[in-house]
């Protein structure tokens, strides 16, 4: 089937209901549909948008085009919760009809202002030539749940010096003001973030633009995202154009930050270490956190990349989200590590304590869905790991390899092969003496949180349904293992 431009920006109003039945069947009829992480009815889904909590519900939208695995006109759905394990659909909540956003609401963020919750986003335009012309819009969701968007944008021009790549507003308010700052290209082709303030949401000023020390960093800056945590200042953002360096920016695309002083908002000076990136495996991008009630600052990510092919695509879907991940600091690093209450999909469990050497299974550890922490101490062995998702010929590997001292994640025998181009081997150095694997297992997907979340790795799988197996093994010597399993249904 080809995506022509026509396709790709055909609106789901425009669209015969049965086109839309016969791919909601194709979708369902997908081996790979995940059992608990937020995914798209049918289409693709890219970037979390307006994380936000409001009225005793955790908000959560996304980047979404209904008819196809493939990026075209682009939707925000809205998902909500009350604990961020158990999600309900709410529908569409920004629909692309708007001569600000024809061409795709593009992403954005959320905050509540005056009892309601304001959406922040970029409207993507295009005119007869394809040339882009980006607005920032506002859209505003009452206690009722119902989503108006404003009839003009709250943006409408691109600072000078800057190309039309201008996108993602994330905002926060800081005293009486709030703020907002926006992805960016300079006309030399390089990224950077760009500061705004307003005093009510809906009346803008440029301030200028965010100084760095990463003046030639990538050639746009997508998804900025700042914060603070234990009086440090702490920018997210995901820069495009990075060559691979080592183990490090391996992927098309990346995403990190950076930790530093808290901003000047009146100076624009952001004083930093160095460029660290979140997450070190193969499907993540574009993560957006929120401050909640309970006082902790929650990621979620796409756990996917822009200009891939995925094994779903030919059942009509791409994508979903990562599960949500609790932001701290320690040593000037950010850790994440799942959200507590994620502890409520646990089913059955299974504890094992045991000495292990070569490779070692463990009766009645198996399945397509869990949960599992395994410790290992006390090894001499080379290297030492486990097995996910093992069949006949597939097997998903993580492993520390004590000479290098580096975790590693294998995917060359997972599945269905996809990325191939991009490797299919991630790793990154870990100094520790003890090693802790905390390990989601979806039906296509592995999440894997190292030493309480000093490092994350973060992979789509697609392995055959019967590819269950779960083994540990420690080769040239051994190590003694503790591991805990429950089941997720």
Same mark, same amino acid.
């Given at each position: 089937?080809?995506?022509?431009?026509?396709?790709?920006?055909?609106?789901?109003?425009?669209?015969?209901?049965?086109?839309?039945?016969?791919?909601?069947?194709?979708?369902?009829?997908?081996?790979?549909?995940?059992?608990?992480?937020?995914?798209?009815?049918?289409?693709?889904?890219?970037?979390?948008?307006?994380?936000?909590?409001?009225?005793?519900?955790?908000?959560?939208?996304?980047?979404?085009?209904?008819?196809?695995?493939?990026?075209?006109?682009?939707?925000?759905? @809205?998902?909500?919760?009350?604990?961020?394990?158990?999600?309900?659909?709410?529908?569409?909540?920004?629909?692309?009809?708007?001569?600000?956003?024809? @061409?795709?609401?593009?992403?954005?963020?959320?905050?509540?202002?005056?009892?309601?919750?304001?959406?922040?986003?970029?409207?993507?335009?295009?005119?007869?030539?394809?040339?882009?012309?980006?607005?920032?819009?506002?859209?505003?969701?009452?206690?009722?749940?119902?989503?108006?968007?404003?009839?003009?944008?709250?943006?409408?021009?691109?600072?000078?010096?800057?190309?039309? @790549?201008?996108?993602?507003?994330?905002?926060?308010?800081?005293?009486?003001?709030?703020?907002?700052?926006?992805?960016?290209?300079?006309?030399?082709?390089?990224?950077?973030?760009?500061?705004?303030?307003?005093?009510?949401?809906?009346?803008?000023?440029?301030?200028?633009?965010?100084?760095?020390?990463?003046? @030639?960093?990538?050639?746009?800056?997508?998804?900025?995202?700042?914060?603070?945590?234990?009086?440090?200042?702490?920018?997210?953002?995901?820069?495009?154009?990075?060559?691979?360096?080592?183990?490090?920016?391996?992927?098309?695309?990346?995403?990190?930050?950076?930790?530093?002083?808290?901003?000047?908002?009146?100076? =624009?000076? *952001?004083?930093?270490?160095? *460029?660290?990136?979140?997450?070190?495996?193969?499907?993540?991008?574009?993560?957006?956190?929120?401050?909640?009630?309970?006082?902790?600052?929650?990621?979620?990510?796409?756990?996917?990349?822009?200009?891939?092919?995925?094994?779903?695509?030919?059942?009509?879907?791409?994508?979903?989200?990562?599960?949500?991940?609790?932001?701290?600091?320690?040593?000037?690093?950010?850790?994440?590590?799942?959200?507590?209450?994620?502890?409520?999909?646990?089913?059955? =469990?299974?504890?094992?304590?045991?000495?292990?050497?070569?490779?070692?299974?463990?009766?009645?550890?198996?399945?397509?869905?869990?949960?599992?922490?395994?410790?290992?101490?006390?090894?001499?062995?080379?290297?030492?790991?486990?097995?996910?998702?093992?069949?006949?010929?597939?097997?998903?590997?993580?492993?520390?390899?004590?000479?290098?001292?580096?975790?590693?994640?294998?995917?060359?025998?997972?599945?269905?092969?996809?990325?191939?181009?991009?490797?299919?081997?991630?790793?990154?150095?870990?100094?520790?003496?003890?090693?802790?694997?905390?390990?989601?297992?979806?039906?296509?997907?592995?999440?894997?949180?190292?030493?309480?979340?000093?490092?994350?790795?973060?992979?789509?799988?697609?392995?055959?349904?019967?590819?269950?197996?779960?083994?540990?093994?420690?080769?040239?010597?051994?190590?003694?293992?503790?591991?805990?399993?429950?089941?997720?249904?």
């Amino acid at each position: 089937m080809e995506w022509t431009k026509e396709r790709r920006y055909k609106r789901l109003d425009e669209t015969e209901e049965k086109e839309i039945h016969e791919l909601s069947k194709r979708v369902n009829e997908c081996p790979w549909r995940q059992k608990f992480h937020i995914q798209p009815v049918t289409g693709l889904l890219n970037d979390p948008n307006g994380f936000s909590f409001y009225e005793g519900e955790y908000h959560l939208f996304y980047q979404w085009f209904p008819l196809g695995p493939v990026h075209g006109l682009k939707y925000w759905y @809205h998902t909500k919760s009350k604990d961020l394990v158990h999600w309900e659909n709410a529908g569409i909540a920004i629909e692309p009809y708007d001569y600000f956003d024809s @061409h795709g609401a593009y992403s954005g963020s959320a905050i509540e202002n005056n009892g309601k919750l304001y959406l922040m986003y970029t409207g993507n335009t295009r005119d007869e030539n394809w040339v882009r012309k980006p607005y920032q819009c506002i859209a505003i969701m009452d206690l009722g749940g119902s989503i108006t968007k404003m009839n003009k944008p709250v943006i409408s021009t691109v600072p000078t010096g800057y190309t039309e @790549h201008f996108r993602d507003p994330k905002v926060w308010k800081a005293g009486e003001s709030f703020y907002a700052i926006i992805g960016a290209q300079r006309f030399d082709e390089t990224g950077c973030v760009l500061l705004y303030s307003s005093p009510n949401m809906m009346d803008w000023q440029f301030e200028g633009e965010i100084n760095t020390n990463m003046r @030639h960093f990538g050639y746009m800056w997508e998804c900025p995202d700042y914060f603070e945590i234990n009086n440090k200042g702490i920018l997210i953002f995901s820069p495009q154009g990075i060559l691979p360096k080592e183990d490090e920016f391996q992927n098309i695309y990346q995403s990190g930050y950076l930790i530093g002083d808290k901003l000047d908002l009146a100076e =624009k000076n *952001f004083v930093h270490g160095s *460029f660290t990136e979140l997450d070190r495996g193969f499907d993540f991008y574009a993560p957006q956190t929120m401050f909640d009630p309970k006082g902790r600052r929650i990621l979620s990510g796409w756990m996917g990349l822009p200009e891939i092919d995925y094994p779903t695509d030919r059942y009509g879907w791409a994508h979903c989200l990562t599960l949500p991940r609790d932001i701290t600091i320690r040593d000037n690093k950010l850790l994440q590590t799942p959200v507590s209450e994620l502890k409520k999909l646990r089913g059955e =469990k299974i504890t094992v304590e045991t000495i292990i050497y070569g490779i070692h299974a463990i009766d009645d550890f198996h399945g397509e869905s869990y949960e599992l922490i395994a410790e290992f101490t006390e090894a001499d062995a080379d290297e030492f790991g486990i097995e996910l998702r093992v069949g006949e010929q597939e097997k998903t590997i993580v492993k520390f390899e004590k000479a290098t001292k580096k975790i590693v994640l294998d995917r060359t025998f997972s599945g269905q092969p996809f990325a191939e181009k991009f490797g299919t081997i991630r790793k990154c150095h870990l100094d520790a003496e003890k090693i802790k694997f905390h390990i989601f297992v979806d039906v296509s997907s592995v999440e894997v949180f190292i030493n309480d979340g000093e490092e994350v790795f973060t992979a789509r799988i697609f392995p055959k349904k019967e590819s269950t197996g779960i083994r540990f093994f420690a080769n040239e010597g051994q190590a003694n293992l503790r591991v805990v399993k429950w089941t997720i249904d």
